[in-house]
C-alpha cells in the first residue's frame, strides 16, 4: 500500500471547490512535490489529509489509515511529521518550551541532532523570532520524533539560501533512510532539485502527477541571446522554439536589417545542440538558459486564464 493516497477526495466550500476530486497516490520513500500558484489547493489537500477539514466526498489514506477514521488518525500521526505553511507556535513560550511541549505529546530521539543543523535561538521567546527562526523550530519539531511520512506546507518559506540548501540536502539524507515526504511548494526549481515525482494542482483540480523529469522536459527553458553581430530571425525557426520576441538595444550603433536581431528570447523546448548549431556561426556575446517560469509551464501546457 502507498505512504499516502487520495480517491476523490472533495472540499467544497460552497463559493470555492478547493479540492475537486484529487485522486493519486504517494509511494513510501517517494519525495512527492505538490505545486500550484497561490489558492490553487494545496493547503486545502494537506488538510485534508492531516484530518483538520472533513471531505466534502472521497476519501484518502496516510500510511493506510482511513483519514476519516479520527481514531486510526491518530495512531497514523505517531508515524507523522507536519510542518504548517504558518506555524502557529505560541509566541510567548521560548524555542526550548516548544520542542519540550512537541517532545511530550509525540516523543523526542532526535532533537539534538537537529539542533545542530537547525539552530533557531531556543532560549528566546518565539514572538521575538523572525520568520526564517520560526521555520528552523517547525522543521525540528516536524522531524523530532524519527516520523515515516512528513507532510510540509512551503517548507522553505523564510529561509534564507543556505539553509535552503541545507534543508535540500538534509530530506534527501531523510529519503535515504527511507522515509517519505510530500511537500508543496509554488517554486518550480525547488521542487525540481529535490522531488521524484509532481502533482501539480490548480482550482482545485489534478492537472497532472508526473516524474519529475518529464515536466521539465515539457516545460522547456527560457533561452535568452545576445550577438555582437545581427542574426537572421529564420535561423531560429527550428523545433522547440516558442514565444520568440527580438530587438535591437539603443546602445546598438550599427542598424540591424529587417528580419534579423542582436538580441531575443524564447521558451525553448527543443534539443539545445541544435539550437547552439544554428547560432555557432554567429559572434554571440551571451547566452542564458534557465528554467521555464512556472507561470510558463501552466499557460503553455495546462491553458492559461
Ligand atoms: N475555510 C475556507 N472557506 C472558504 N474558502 C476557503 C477556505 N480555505 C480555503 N479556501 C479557498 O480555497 C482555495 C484554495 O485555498 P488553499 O489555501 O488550499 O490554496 P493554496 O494552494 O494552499 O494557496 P497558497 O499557496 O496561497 O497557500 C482558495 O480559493 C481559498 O480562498
Do not use: W
Not at 483538520?52 to 500521526?77: C, H, M, N, Q, Y
Not at 511537500?183 to 501539480?200: A, K, M, P, Q, T
Not at 535568452?224 to 545581427?230: D, G, I
Amino acid at each position: 500500500m502507498a505512504a499516502i493516497e487520495l480517491e476523490g477526495l472533495t472540499k467544497d466550500y460552497g463559493e470555492v471547490l478547493a479540492a475537486d476530486d484529487l485522486t493519486f497516490s504517494v509511494d513510501h520513500g517517494e519525495i512527492f512535490g505538490y505545486l500550484g500558484p497561490n489558492g490553487a489547493g494545496k493547503t486545502t489537500t494537506i488538510r485534508l489529509l492531516l484530518g483538520f477539514i472533513s471531505p466534502t466526498a472521497g476519501s484518502a489514506t496516510l500510511l493506510g489509515r482511513d483519514v476519516r477514521d479520527r481514531r486510526a488518525l491518530i495512531e497514523a500521526k505517531r508515524r507523522i511529521g507536519y510542518l504548517s505553511d504558518e506555524p502557529g507556535f505560541d509566541e510567548q513560550a521560548t524555542g526550548a518550551e516548544i520542542l519540550d511541549l512537541h517532545a511530550s505529546i509525540k516523543g523526542d530521539t532526535r532533537r539534538e541532532e537537529l539542533l545542530e543543523s537547525f539552530d533557531p535561538p531556543l532560549e528566546r521567546r518565539v514572538r521575538e523570532y523572525s520568520r526564517g527562526n520560526v521555520q528552523k523550530l517547525g522543521i525540528v519539531s516536524t522531524f523530532m520524533h524519527d516520523p515515516d511520512l512528513v507532510i510540509l506546507d512551503e517548507p522553505t518559506s523564510g529561509l534564507d539560501p543556505l539553509m535552503k540548501q541545507r534543508f535540500a540536502d538534509f530530506l534527501r539524507s531523510e529519503q535515504e533512510r527511507g522515509v517519505t515526504v510530500f511537500f508543496s511548494s509554488h517554486i518550480l526549481s525547488e521542487v525540481r532539485r529535490l522531488c521524484d515525482r509532481i502533482g501539480i494542482i490548480r482550482n482545485g483540480r489534478l492537472v497532472t502527477v508526473e516524474p519529475i523529469e518529464t515536466l521539465l522536459t515539457r516545460s522547456g527553458k527560457v533561452v535568452r541571446v545576445a550577438s555582437a553581430t545581427p542574426i537572421p530571425v529564420e535561423r531560429l525557426e527550428i523545433d522547440g522554439v516558442h514565444d520568440l520576441e527580438t530587438g535591437t538595444p539603443k546602445r546598438a550603433n550599427e542598424t540591424v536589417p529587417d528580419g534579423e536581431f542582436i538580441e531575443c528570447a524564447f521558451t525553448f523546448t527543443g534539443d539545445i545542440n541544435t539550437l547552439l548549431a544554428q547560432l555557432q556561426d554567429y559572434e554571440l556575446m551571451d547566452v542564458s538558459i534557465e528554467e521555464a517560469p512556472l507561470e510558463d509551464v501552466f499557460l503553455r501546457f495546462y491553458g492559461g486564464e
